[in-house]
């Protein structure tokens, strides 16, 4: 079986001279594709370079994620820019962040809806980050609606009732990652009405281990366990389950 993970910040300073060693653990358990998602400028190069060390292995995205937004805002705005002429996959880590801090919630906003037109002028998905946001996020993308918008919520536990709205706003995924495996998850019952050819695979590594190994550092090699948990929840094959979520992975960021 093989899986991707698409979501995975391998480069966080939680792998420390171990981002090789995780990557080949991962592709070792079937995980043959990961996305990286990007967060701010103090960590993009070194997502670069290891992906360009793993090349078809490692995808690169390009964003600023909403809880590295500040009073530099608009500089680091301007270094996302300044990186469009690399390969990139999709624009993202974007979204709001109520959870961290409001302070910034208006610029939030606006680099929201600024990488959202980034993303529609080149052709690309999205990836999401809504964090107590949801109303907020969704406002914005009935307004972006023209924009023909595609892409994946990430670590989604919204609601079924958000999801068939989010349809009507755009080609929208959901990511389903180790939160699953959680005793009293609600997405663990959500999930079932979600269709199937919706779902996409992810760690967030390091953040939001699965079940059996909550407690320790995440990392895409544990996507086989998130993908036992959908299958036990959707009373589908484990292989049903490898093979429609990482075709949904290939047909979204053309992986």
């Given amino acids: 079986m093989l899986f991707t993970d698409t979501h995975a910040h391998l480069y966080d300073e939680a792998f420390k001279d171990e981002d090789d060693l995780a990557i080949v653990r991962a592709v070792e358990s079937g995980v043959t594709k990961m996305m990286f998602p990007d967060i701010d400028s103090q960590t993009r190069e070194h997502m670069f370079d290891i992906a360009l060390r793993h090349e078809g292995t490692v995808f690169p995205c390009l964003g600023l994620h909403p809880t590295s937004i500040n009073a530099s805002w608009e500089s680091e705005m301007e ?35 600024m990488q959202l037109e980034l993303a529609h002028k080149m052709s690309l998905p999205v990836i999401i980050h809504s964090r107590e946001s949801t109303e907020l996020i969704i406002n914005i ?18 609601s079924c009732e958000t999801f068939r709205e989010l349809q009507k706003l755009g080609d929208w995924y959901v990511g389903i990652g180790g939160v699953l495996t959680y005793r009293k998850a ?46 036990e929840k959707l009373e589908l094959p484990v292989e049903e389950i490898a093979a429609a979520t990482t075709e949904n992975a290939h047909k979204l960021f053309g992986i």
């Fill in 79 to 113: 270094q996302v820019h300044e990186n469009l002429s690399r390969k990139i996959w999709a624009i993202g880590e974007i979204g709001i962040d109520c959870y961290w801090s409001k302070e910034f919630l208006t610029q939030q906003q606006t680099a929201f809806r």
């Fill in 141 to 158: 993308l009935k307004e972006c609606r023209h924009l023909d918008l595609r892409g994946v919520f990430h670590a989604y536990s919204g």
């Fill in 186 to 231: 609600s997405i663990a019952e959500t999930v079932k009405s979600i269709p199937l050819d919706r779902i996409l695979l992810e760690t967030d590594s390091p953040y939001l281990t699965p079940v059996p190994f909550r407690g320790k550092r995440n990392e895409s090699s544990y996507i086989p366990h998130i993908a036992a948990k959908l299958s």
